[in-house]
RNA sequence: GCGCCUGUAGCUCAGUUGGACAGAGCAACGGACUUCUAAUCCGUAGGUCGCAGGUUCGAAUCCUGCCAGGCGUACCA
């Protein structure tokens, strides 16, 4: 709809030139907008003012000029207008958004997708927790954000690949490794104890006697380096599958698993070290191998190889982005907790480096967790042990009222998330009101049907029918489904769909409440059945921005 | 010091790429259940959009400088 009307405005600016009414000048871009006032129309574009200097004249004369020149053989508008210092105002006609409420049932779980994604392939990494402990309530931000921003993608018409990028090599895997063993050997009456480094949560205790069963004393007989490295995988595997869990737990899958291990185990890592050696981006100093990051946009060259010869953690991550980019994608997305944004700069400047298109790939930082326990701070560490996991979070909040919470919120807004409330909350929570309107929506169809209304096919009576005021804004707010799928994609921000379904929601209570003026199901068989029509047609939206949000919608509550 | 993010109603937050008189929820106050489910609805009240300049027809939005908070600034991950 926006679309026709832009086209239309283009046309008459292209007939204006050709009049000579205007000067012939490039065509601008045409923003439409919705005013927030009603008796501004349906759509207001500021095109005369912005056209104003370049045709020296006043916005309201050209405003005037442009609405001359508009052809309309469809009839789409009802009215057009010049308002205040020269904007122009249009309205729809009624039988247009009518159109769009057929379309809703017709479309069904369709409806809200589109293909301005061309079907580009574009892979989205997120969370990619360290297997060095449960997943926590800060980790649920990113899962929920995330997931949802993938299937908002794949609804404009991405082909999305979710992808979590398991650290399961390095000093921290090892150091977990050390900590089971002190926790093992512990076990079996040894004195030794955890070094201020080491993991201190509970869960290694737990690990260390799971492990005990398992093995026996096999471990003291071997040497401590063997023990702690099978310890460290004993311990590593063991956690991944408790956060696969997690994770299916709070409704997020991954397509791919990348193991950093196996960056290490296929060579690549030493692969793309030379790689870089040979063409001269890194270099030698105190002993230590430097990248040329500087020379790529960060403020300062980097380390790979340390002068003990162990590579950094940013060294296979150099090769995880190259690998990234030679599974041929057309956008890269990596949502990272923002306490990594100094890391962006150099991860940016290796990929420019192999002479890959820095624009393709894109970070989302997301900013942290505060988690509160009655308005009161709580620290959070996973290495000392303090912490809330997700499942807790999950199995107190429940699922579909921690995703909603989490995604309640620009992502680049701190969230402060206190549990007790959250808890307390749980009966006026938003995610409540929403999934309220499914159920109310599935209670009346279920009642309709007891009344003999089944599965009802558009009428073009209908759109005589549904006439009131509240029912063309209800349609109106449907209408604009599509467009908030759609620009959430754009600008990747997920949070505009529980935003939107909270709009919709407020605007269909309310129509529900007023039963005297509007009840669904009357004596009135076409009104009803009408009606039903329309609220299927909300019930239908509820339930596909609700699946994008990985929350359910229950028929009754 | 430098870098990134944030600052909008008492609280938690939106704000359609610079538009018309700044919006919602919670909390406060006053009302609505003989119902297609009150987990709901209607109304009242509440703002120097952190501060100060600048850009222009027009700024919560863009630029500059301050102030406050968070995070980061490793041959850690």
């Known amino acids: 709809m926006k679309q026709e009307l832009a086209f239309l405005i283009r046309q008459a600016l292209q007939s204006a030139f050709e009049a000579g009414t205007l000067q012939q000048k490039d065509i601008p871009r045409i923003d439409l907008e919705i005013p927030k006032i009603v008796a501004h129309g349906d759509f207001s574009t500021n095109i005369a003012m912005t056209m104003a200097v370049s045709q020296k004249r006043a916005p309201r004369e050209i405003a005037k000029i442009i609405i001359d020149h508009i052809e309309d053989p469809d009839h789409l508008l009802s009215k057009t207008q010049v308002a205040g210092p020269g904007f122009i105002n249009f309205f729809i006609a009624l039988d247009k958004w009518h159109e769009i409420l057929k379309t809703v049932p017709e479309e069904d779980t369709a409806y809200g997708t589109s293909q301005v994604g061309l079907g580009k392939r574009v892979q989205i990494e997120f969370l990619s927790a360290n297997p060095t402990g449960p997943l926590h309530v800060g980790h649920g931000r990113c899962a929920a954000v995330g997931d949802t921003l993938s299937a908002v993608l794949k609804a404009v018409g991405y082909e999305v690949e979710k992808e979590y990028y398991v650290n399961d090599s390095g000093r921290q895997i090892r150091t977990l490794g050390e900590s089971v063993f002190v926790r093992y050997q512990q076990l079996l009456g040894k004195t030794v104890d955890l070094s201020a480094g080491n993991y201190q949560g509970s869960y290694i205790k737990d690990l260390a006697r799971i492990l005990l069963d398992q093995e026996r004393e096999r471990l003291l007989g071997m040497p401590e380096e063997e023990a702690v490295t099978l310890c ?255 620009r959430s994609a754009r600008l990747m921000e997920p949070h505009r769909i529980p935003f939107y379904m909270k709009e919709l929601s407020a605007a269909f209570h309310a129509y529900y409440h007023d039963r005297n003026k509007h009840k669904v199901v009357s004596d009135d068989a076409k009104l009803s059945a009408a009606r039903l029509y329309l609220v299927s047609a909300i019930r239908i939206i509820i339930r596909n921005g609700l699946a994008l949000m990985g929350v359910s919608a229950p028929e009754s509550m």
Do not use: C
Not at 272 to 295: N, P
Not at 346 to 374: E, M, P, T, W
């Open 232 to 486: 460290a995988r004993f311990a590593a595997t063991r956690i991944l599958a408790g956060i696969r869990e997690d994770l299916v737990a709070f409704g997020v899958s991954f397509g791919h698993w990348f193991s950093e291990q196996s960056l290490y185990e296929s060579g690549t890592v030493q692969a793309v070290i030379q790689d870089l050696k040979s063409q001269d981006i890194v270099y030698e100093h105190d002993g230590a191998l430097w990248f040329r990051t500087k020379d790529f946009g960060d403020e300062k060259d980097r380390v790979v190889v340390r002068a003990n010869g162990l590579t950094t953690y940013f060294a296979s991550d150099i090769a995880y982005h190259k690998d990234k980019f030679e599974r041929k994608f057309d956008r890269i997305i990596d949502i990272w907790g923002a306490d990594h944004h100094g890391y962006v700069p150099r991860v940016s400047a290796s990929i420019r480096a192999f002479g890959y298109d820095g624009d393709r790939f894109q970070v989302l930082l997301i900013q942290l967790v505060n988690l509160l326990r009655d308005g009161k701070p709580v620290t959070m560490s996973t290495r000392a042990g303090e912490f809330v996991t997700l499942r807790e979070v999950i199995d107190e909040v429940g699922r579909d009222a921690a995703r909603f919470l989490f995604l309640l919120r620009h992502y680049e807004s701190p969230l402060d998330f206190d549990l007790e409330l959250a808890k307390k909350q749980s009966n006026d929570n938003p995610v409540y009101y929403v999934q309220y309107v499914h159920a109310r929506i599935s209670n009346i169809l279920k009642k309709a049907e007891e009344r003999g209304y089944r599965e009802i096919d558009w009428h073009d009576d209908f759109s005589r029918i549904l006439t009131l005021p509240e029912e063309i804004q209800l349609i109106k707010l449907m209408a604009r489904y599509p467009d908030v799928v759609a």
